[in-house]
């Protein structure tokens, strides 16, 4: 079974309909460890609403903090300290898919980042959004997955296509395309079902 780790290049770039269209295409379970506010409305209720399927499972948050900032300052105001040995994958025998919060560097305590949640046997999915930098963050991204020997599987941009951009990304990390998200009016099951049809094929062979 799979246990695929969704990450972005930055904060809001559409980790969570990624994660949606993954979990959808292979009917995957699916966990975020930590969630750092809007608990009432979390990126695993927004999952839930955005699968169509009845075979996937939402896992709970290993934590789930208040307040919207760094899991390392959120729990600070929890007055909690996060330790990652205490985050420990769900016990599953379907594909499980993995939601990390902001990019890989994120804090979680004084001396771990998100990227301390990725195991060896995880492979990751970088979500890349087009703005100014974009390039720069997905190659520093696409670097230091590469610099700490973690599998990555591809990359699935968010947004309407900018040659240019993916071109040189392609390029010069050598990193397989997984597909695209097309900027879309309103996220809701169909488009989430439609994108999970459409990139089912390639993410079954990842």
């Not at 799979?2 to 295409?25: P, Q, R, W, Y």
């Not at 696409?142 to 040189?168: D, P, Q, V």
């Not at 998200?181 to 809701?188: A, F, L, P, T, Y």
Request: overall charge positive; glycine content about 6%.
């Amino acid at each position: 079974m799979k246990s695929l780790f969704i990450t972005g290049i930055g904060t809001d770039v559409g980790k969570t309909v990624v994660s949606a269209i993954v979990t959808e295409a292979l009917n995957a379970d699916y966990w975020k460890p930590i969630q750092a506010g809007q608990l009432s409305h979390s990126d695993s209720h927004k999952i839930k609403a955005l699968i169509s399927n009845p075979h996937s499972k939402i896992f709970e948050n290993s934590y789930a903090l208040k307040t919207p900032m760094s899991p390392h300052a959120a729990a600070e105001i929890d007055d909690i300290r996060i330790d990652s040995k205490k985050i420990a994958k769900p016990t599953t025998t379907n594909n499980l898919v993995i939601e990390g919060a902001g990019g890989l560097l994120v804090p979680i305590n004084d001396s771990e980042t998100i990227l301390d949640l990725i195991k060896s046997d995880y492979k990751v999915i970088v979500v890349s959004k087009h703005y100014l930098g974009s390039i720069n963050h997905t190659l520093l991204t696409i670097e230091l997955l590469k610099n700490r020997g973690i599998a990555i599987a591809g990359i699935i941009f968010n947004g309407n296509e900018l040659k240019t951009s993916e071109s040189i990304i392609k390029k010069m990390t050598s990193i397989p395309i997984i597909g695209r998200i097309n900027d879309e009016k309103i996220i809701n099951k169909a488009v989430v079902k439609r994108y999970a049809t459409l990139l089912k094929p390639l993410l079954e062979t990842l």
